[in-house]
């Protein structure tokens, strides 16, 4: 499985961004993915999950501000920031994972300015 994110960049406090992590290979019916973010010099943490049947969970610094989706047919999920603040700014990896398999993405850049 590759898995290939797009949609970072830089923006204001308040803004907005949508992020996006293509899954290309041998995808399967169950599943889960994810995004997480590192910043610099932080450990990398999780920030938001949803399944292949739309289950979705987040992190308390994101709930309310992000959201997370996913469209199965094009095998692509999505990730609505709302609000941005300074310390969303990390890079942001797309991960996607079943039993037995775990995938990374390489990660987009996003940067909120104060």
């Known amino acids: 499985v590759q898995l290939v994110e797009s949609g970072g960049g830089l923006v204001q406090a308040g803004g907005s961004l949508r992020l996006s992590c293509a899954a290309s290979?041998?995808?399967?019916?169950?599943?889960?993915m994810a995004w997480y973010r590192q910043g610099a010099g932080k450990e990398r943490e999780w920030v938001a999950t949803?399944?292949?049947?739309?289950?979705?969970d987040y992190a308390d610094s994101v709930k309310g501000r992000f959201t997370i989706s996913r469209d199965n047919a094009e095998n692509t999920m999505f990730m609505q920031m709302n609000n941005l603040k300074p310390e969303d700014t990390a890079v942001y990896y797309c991960r996607f994972w079943r039993l037995g398999d775990n995938y990374w993405g390489q990660g987009t850049q996003v940067t909120v300015s104060s």
């Open positions: 949803i399944t292949s049947s739309g289950t979705t």
């Open positions: 290979g041998s995808i399967g019916s169950r599943n889960a």
